[in-house]
Nanobody, 123 residues
């Protein structure tokens, strides 16, 4: 099983970034997926999650209206589009695959994790 994130970087407040997660080694189309983030000194928390089909999504309150999660089951990829970025969005962002087909909101619901990609929002 492999989850590989890409797309992180250093951006200014108000900018946009698009994170991608490429999956392999498991049946991607059958499981829910999620994006988590962890800032220095803080616990890892859920940013967004999406069901196996992409038909339902869930967002942390702090990113609602700014971030959009999506997936392409044919390409085995998941994307997080981040708009209107704020300094408090600075964190390492992780892609995760759940053991369930439906929305999963806690770390314990996820079996596989990527290595993370750093997002830094600073002027």
């Amino acid at each position: 099983v492999q989850l590989v994130e890409s797309g992180g970087g250093l951006v200014q407040p108000g900018s946009s970034l698009r994170l991608s997660c490429a999956a392999s080694g498991f049946t991607f189309r059958r499981v829910a997926m999620g994006w988590f983030r962890q800032a220095p000194g803080k616990e890892r928390g859920l940013v967004a999650a999406i069901t196996w089909s992409g038909g339902s999504t869930h967002y942390a309150d702090s990113v609602k209206g700014r971030f959009t999660i999506s997936r392409d089951n044919a390409k085995k990829t998941m994307t997080l589009r981040m708009n209107s970025l704020k300094p408090e969005d600075t964190a390492a962002y992780y892609c995760a695959a759940s053991s369930s087909a439906y929305i999963a909101t806690t770390q314990g619901d996820y079996d596989y994790w990527g290595q993370g990609t750093q997002v830094t929002v600073s002027s």
